[in-house]
């Protein structure tokens, strides 16, 4: 099993920045794909950003060139860098994990095929 932790949530101001993390522990040796994803109110979890255990990147068309996803393999930790950010982005913000099996190629976490989850951080962004 792997437990994941997100923490850095909070509000904060449109234009502003917040970076997420995740701290993984568990079995970690065991997890492949990491990524983040969003559930604002009465809307649907949405993939934000995924990263691959060799370091390859997705992104959400609404976050390109504002947030960037990284991992640290040796803490164990993977972050989600928010910049400029906008009212929309408000969301409960979850971390995810997904084992050995399912292939980055696969896409498969774009519809949040993950075996473990956080138990997500709420994202405030003020107008």
């Known amino acids: 099993q792997v437990r994941l932790v997100e923490s850095g949530g909070g509000l904060v101001q449109a234009g502003g920045s917040l970076r997420l993390s995740c701290a993984a522990s568990?079995?970690?040796?065991?997890?492949?794909?990491m990524a983040w994803y969003r559930q604002a109110p009465e809307k649907q979890r949405e993939l934000v950003a995924a990263?691959?255990?060799?370091?390859?990147?997705d992104y959400t068309d609404s976050v390109k060139g504002r947030f960037t996803i990284s991992r640290d393999n040796v803490k164990s930790t993977v972050y989600l860098q928010m910049n400029s950010l906008e009212s929309e982005d408000t969301a409960v913000y979850y971390c995810?994990?997904?084992?050995?099996?399912?292939?980055?190629?696969?896409?498969?976490?774009?519809?949040?095929?993950?075996?473990?989850w956080g138990q997500g951080t709420p994202v405030t962004v003020s107008s």
């Open positions: 568990g079995s970690i040796s065991s997890v492949n794909i």
């Open positions: 990263i691959s255990s060799g370091g390859s990147t």
């Open positions: 995810a994990a997904d084992r050995m099996g399912r292939p980055y190629s696969s896409g498969a976490y774009r519809f949040g095929l993950m075996d473990y």
